[in-house]
């Protein structure tokens, strides 16, 4: 192989597709990426044998001497490429998959692995396509994955369900305390499909993508997120994801309460302050009434008060404790002005923008008492 192209031209897509190489792998292959000429120009690749980004910079941005292909070590080649002087690079694969860099008067080498090497995503039989706005997806991604199980033990749960249902989109995640399910209409109808999808793999979707259209394609035991020239794989996680998700919002409602989101957040920022540093949360009082929400935390350290006025409410009077990093987290990526908190007897709190056909979330309460 031997190109010629403009530092500028590849170093945003090579630095994009070098965090998904494993530097930590003991397999030489994944800690690499794959430079290969192809019809449709220069293909970089990474994985880390569960995800693959892919990324294709047009031939006309770059010239071919000749075609061939070679794997560079993700971290040492984003180094050279980073330091070469700016202007245009030339790449040669010389004997024994010594890669030269020359730019001027700078010349610097690598040493490579064969690209047949490079293991590819399995190809698989696309069952649905959807296309959805790149920028609705991104925000649909923000909003759920603070929901997923971070432990391993239930893997099912560290993934997001996205399903197609009448007229939208569903992403839904829940790791037993708390759940975020978001909905989106789509313009064109289709078939049903659901696909479980590693939280932390979606978190690396929603950071490669813009507001151009994306394509999410679904298949046996695999998605892609494709948008321009650049196409993202994942293996869906393999199992039966909780369907008691689906049944949280049928609670016996005893009270709401709709106030400033910006109000109840800083006032639990405030209540952390006293009740210590445990980074896994600590708990909160909430006593809800009719013109007010008073937030309580006590601990070794000291304790907090603190009052956040409703602008409307209905229901009894009840005490609700909740772990305050979960329903901070939650608040927080509802990212609306104002929230709507619907409290169940000793049910999860409901939260929503005031519209719970777009984004509901859902965090469990630990303690309750009726009529204080």
Not at 50 to 76: H, M, R, Y
Not at 142 to 171: C, D, H, N, W, Y
Not at 187 to 215: N, Q, R, Y
Request: aromatic share 6%.
């Amino acid at each position: 192989m031997n190109i010629s192209i403009h530092r500028n031209i590849l170093s945003g897509p090579l630095a994009q597709v070098a965090k998904i190489a494993d530097s930590k792998s003991n397999i030489p292959i994944l800690a690499g990426v794959l430079f290969r000429t192809v019809d449709e120009g220069l293909l970089l690749m990474a994985s880390d044998g569960k995800k693959w980004l892919k990324i294709i910079i047009p031939s006309e941005d770059f010239v071919t001497n000749s075609p061939g292909d070679i794997i560079l070590t993700a971290k040492d080649v984003s180094e050279v490429v980073a330091r070469m002087p700016n202007g245009l690079i030339s790449i040669e694969v010389a004997e024994k998959e010594l890669t030269n860099f020359a730019s001027g008067r700078t010349k610097l080498s690598l040493i490579g692995m064969r690209g047949h090497q490079f293991a590819l995503p399995k190809e698989f039989e696309i069952s649905q396509q959807i296309e959805i706005d790149g920028g609705v997806m991104r925000s649909m991604i923000k909003r759920t994955v603070f929901a997923i199980a971070k432990s391993q033990t239930s893997p099912m749960l560290t993934g997001v369900r996205v399903r197609r249902e009448s007229g939208g989109i569903q992403l839904a995640a829940c790791d037993r305390n708390r759940a975020a399910i978001v909905h989106e209409q789509l313009e064109e109808e289709g078939e049903g499909f659901c696909a479980v999808i590693s939280g932390e793999h979606l978190k690396e979707v929603a950071d490669l993508l813009g507001d151009d259209i994306v394509t999410i394609s679904v298949g046996s035991g695999a998605a892609k997120f494709q948008t321009g020239n650049l196409s993202f794989y994942a293996n869906a996680l393999d199992g039966e994801y909780p369907t008691q998700i689906d049944s949280l919002s049928k609670i016996k409602e005893q009270a709401r309460s709709y106030l400033k989101s910006k109000h109840i957040i800083e006032s639990l920022e405030r209540a952390r302050i006293t009740a210590g540093e445990d980074s896994g949360g600590t708990i909160v009082t909430l006593d809800i009434s009719s013109s007010e929400i008073i937030v309580k935390s006590k601990s070794h350290l000291g304790n907090s008060v603190d009052w956040v006025e409703t602008m409307k409410h209905s229901g009894t009077p009840l005490q609700l404790a909740f772990n305050d990093k979960k329903l901070l987290e939650a608040l927080k990526a509802l990212g609306t002005e104002n929230v709507l908190m619907r409290f169940g007897s000793a049910g999860p709190v409901i939260l929503s923008g005031g519209d719970e056909e777009d984004t509901t979330f859902f965090v469990g309460a630990t303690r309750f008492v009726e009529g204080v």
